[in-house]
């Protein structure tokens, strides 16, 4: 019966008209209320609403964008923004509104496949070096020395070693953020290692692949979601980085990182064709922050920032 | 206290093993031979079998680390494959532009985030924590190399104040030197800055309910004085951590920063290697770094066991 009840709340929650009454009825209780907490902010809703539309202006980028992201069209070379070309065009007649819109697919394909690839990496680091003393050190020297260059820097120089290319751009920033994650699941296994569920687990006789799956790394979940969500934040950023220095996904490709690089170098006679591009970078890093913000909030009350 | 600082002098040693493994292995994960990719298509296979001897290639892995990380220690990285000089030189000629920005960088942003975080935590909730949090937060998302082009547009394109690229020593004109740096120091220390701003204020709001500051108050202490001497003294403890952390930031940042701006630093260097793939160079500007970023985190450990005497007591 509990179940059912939660299911119509939950239901509820997302049609929005009923949102503001029905929301409130989710009490501390329930399993959901992270959920109402994470409604209740409005920066979280906002930033919400903003990956959605960047998400929708991703998927169908090939209806949306009025003109082909690379057709070149000399004779409309430099135009300011009009009604034709909402964002300008660049110095060989490119649309710069469709370009941004294609951009929008590399950097949400690159933030959250590094979200994925970091987290596999990273989990799997921390949950054995929380979980095994015996290689714990070995382990946590190792993303001691990983951390110890700066992101960028290491991003640069695995890129540099792997070429250009999209799929080494996730493979780079995966290594680059998965000592980050494999800290956080260190730390909460050793915490959870020594609770009595996971004992017992074993004094059942459950293998440690079982008990590191179900009572360990289930247990570091809303932590673990948290960074998740800020890695997505980090590696857009870092994408567009590298697409800025030349170091990143091949120069054909439009990104947000390149467009701005291209707009540098027309800065004095057509400011829009950087400034669009680095405004949806902005905005896009701001919201996930702020959505990760929400989620820590919500997620952990205890932890609440004043 | 000293077992103390001498037991973290030993670990450096691991971790910068750690660093120079892999740094090193990063030349061996070239895919195909490394000696032919960093030659181009051009080159002949006598070229291609010189270039294999000359990096040592050859001979088997652990040999070649062993022999690469020893010359490392003492500072020799082996020649340029493209500027034609050993790349210890190279950097070194490098070192100034770099250095400064980064000095310039985090002495910018500790200026602004103390007084801000400590303004921000005494006047909680006021327009000014608003706005401080605004910043922040904007500065952490804001790409510094978007943020750059945007100073770039408002101070060079649009009033003219100041040169858009370029760098001048500061030896040959210093007016002129700053001139050029006031950009690229302003767009490196923004998110830096917020954070730390962020952190200030959140440990000022910790300190300002203890006691000792209720006992300060109490004994009829003017609030500034509170303030200053006996909360902020307190709330600057972890600050230093950022610190230690946010040059670690700013290094990294100035790789994109003097790519922005033009500025023939270390970063700007690494860069065009990359791009020339040059791959000794790459090797040792990487390396430098990281080394450099170790040696202050340990600094900043060190630093604690003198400001914090809980440190001191706590590791023995």
Known sequence: MAQTETRTTITQVTAPRARRFRLSSITPSSRYYWLRLLLENPAAVLSIGFIGLIVVLAVLASWIAPYEPTFVNPAERLRPPSREHWFGTDDLGRDVFSRAVYGARISLVVGLAVMVGSMLLGSLIGLIAGYYARVDTLLMRIMDGLEAFPSILLAIAIMATLGSALENVIIALSVVYAPNIARLVRSTTLMN?????????????????????????????????????????????????????????????????????????????????????????????????????????????????? | MTAYILRRLLLLIPVLLVVGVIVFTLIHLIPGDPAAVMLGREATREQVEALRERLGLNEPFHVQFFKWFTNVLRLDFGNSLFLDQPVTRALLDRVQPTGLLTLYSLTLAVLIAIPAGVVAAVRRNSLLDRLLMVFSISGVAIPNFFFGILLILLFAVI???????????????PV??????????????????????????????????????????????????????????????????????????????????????????????????????????????????????????????????????RVRYGSD
Not at chain 2, 159 to 173: A, K, Q, R
């Open chain 2, 159 to 173: 009033l003219g104040w100041l040169p858009s690229s370029g760098y001048v020593d500061i030896t040959d004109d």
């Open chain 1, 193 to 306: 290692k020594r609770q009595p569920y996971v004992e017992s687990a074993r004094a059942i006789g459950l293998r440690d692949s079982v008990i590191l799956r179900r009572y360990i790394f289930l247990n570091s979940l809303s932590p673990l979601i948290v960074q998740c969500t800020f890695v997505v934040a980090f590696a857009i950023l870092a994408e567009s980085s590298l697409s800025y220095l030349g170091a990143g996904v091949p120069p054909g490709i439009p990104t947000w990182g390149n467009m701005v690089s291209d707009g540098q170098a027309q800065l004095q006679r057509a400011w829009w064709i950087a400034v669009f591009p680095g405004m949806f970078l902005f905005l896009t890093v701001l919201a996930v922050n702020l959505l990760g913000d929400g989620l820590r909030d919500a997620l952990d009350p205890r932890v609440r920032k004043r």
């Open chain 2, 176 to 309: 002129e030197h700053l001139k050029h740096m006031v950009m690229p120091t302003l767009a490196l220390s923004f998110s830096a800055a917020g954070l730390m701003a962020r952190l200030v204020r959140s440990s000022m709001l910790d300190v300002l309910h203890d006691d000792y500051v209720r006992t300060a108050y109490a004994k009829g202490l003017p609030h500034r004085h509170v303030i200053l001497r006996h909360a902020l003294r307190n709330a600057l403890i972890p600050f230093l951590t950022i610190v230690g952390i946010s040059l670690a930031g700013m290094l990294g940042g100035s790789v994109v920063i003097e790519t922005v701006f033009n500025i023939p630093g270390m970063g700007r260097l690494l860069v065009q290697s990359v791009t020339r793939r040059d791959f000794p160079v790459v090797q040792a500007a990487v390396m430098v770094v990281a080394a450099v970023e170790v040696l202050v985190m340990l600094l900043v450990d060190i630093l604690y066991v003198y400001i914090d005497p």
